[in-house]
T-cell receptor, first 116, second 113 residues
Framework: GAVVSQHPSWVICKSGTSVKIECRSL??????MFWYRQFPKQSLMLMAT?????????EQGVEKDKFLINHASLTLSTLTVTSAHPEDSSFYIC????????????FGQGTRLTVV | KQEVTQIPAALSVPEGENLVLNCSFT??????LQWFRQDPGKGLTSLLL?????REQTSGRLNASLDKSSGRSTLYIAASQPGDSATYLC????????????FGKGTKLSVKP
């Protein structure tokens, strides 16, 4: 299957700082990538859709000024958590559909963010 | 609004047993259903993708079935092994977009040696 690489796999940061998470499609191009968040014992929930060359679209309740998304190329999307607070601590994971695989969704390794 | 439910939430079995994980969804108008495996603190590994026109898919010891009319899918694992221990998630797309997936909370499987 297709490979999606996410970095870093875990990060600890202080309250008020910003953290950038990268998501790369390694062997295919992705005009669209998706960012999910998973709180403990909860389902994965879609946060936003990252569109190459245009603005991201955010799900209801997700602050676009807090979670900045940039999709500068066909293989890279970044999520920046700005002015992080402890309640932002969560598991963040990206996905990209590969149209060459019946549009199957492939996921990165995820990033465990802990804000202290 | 689509809702996905997985039962049981956790399952512990001895090595070698065959087992079934259940997934149900409220809106039967789905394009496909995907089963994933998630290891602790790790990302998701796609196991099987069943298109709406298919009734089942097989990969090795895994067999997934889909019954759209009843809103159900099952994941059958044959001859379970300790390495199968993980959380298993099922997900369906919103509309035709494989990006916006609605996930269940998962079934945490533990296979004891």
């Amino acid at each position: 299957g297709a490979v999606v690489s996410q970095h870093p796999s875990w990060v600890i940061c202080k309250s008020g700082t910003s953290v950038k998470i990268e998501c790369r499609s390694l062997d295919f191009q992705a005009t669209t990538m998706f960012w999910y968040r998973q709180f403990p014992k909860q389902s994965l929930m879609l946060m936003a859709t990252s569109n190459e060359g245009s603005k991201a679209t955010y799900e209801q309740g997700v602050e676009k000024d807090k979670f900045l998304i940039n999709h500068a190329s066909l293989t890279l999307s970044t999520l920046t958590v700005t002015s992080a607070h402890p309640e932002d601590s969560s598991f963040y994971i990206c996905s990209a559909p590969d149209r060459g695989h019946d549009t199957e969704a492939f996921f990165g390794q995820g990033t465990r963010l802990t804000v202290v | 609004k689509q809702e996905v439910t997985q039962i049981p939430a956790a399952l512990s079995v001895p090595e070698g047993e065959n087992l079934v994980l259940n997934c149900s969804f409220t809106d039967s108008a789905i394009y496909n259903l995907q089963w994933f495996r998630q290891d602790p603190g790790k990302g998701l590994t796609s196991l099987l993708l069943i298109q709406s026109s298919q009734r089942e898919q097989t990969s090795g010891r895994l067999n997934a079935s889909l019954d759209k009319s009843s809103g159900r899918s099952t994941l059958y694992i044959a001859a379970s092994q300790p390495g199968d221990s993980a959380t298993y998630l099922c997900a369906v797309p919103v509309g035709g977009s494989q990006g916006n997936l609605i996930f269940g909370k998962g079934t945490k499987l533990s296979v004891k040696p």
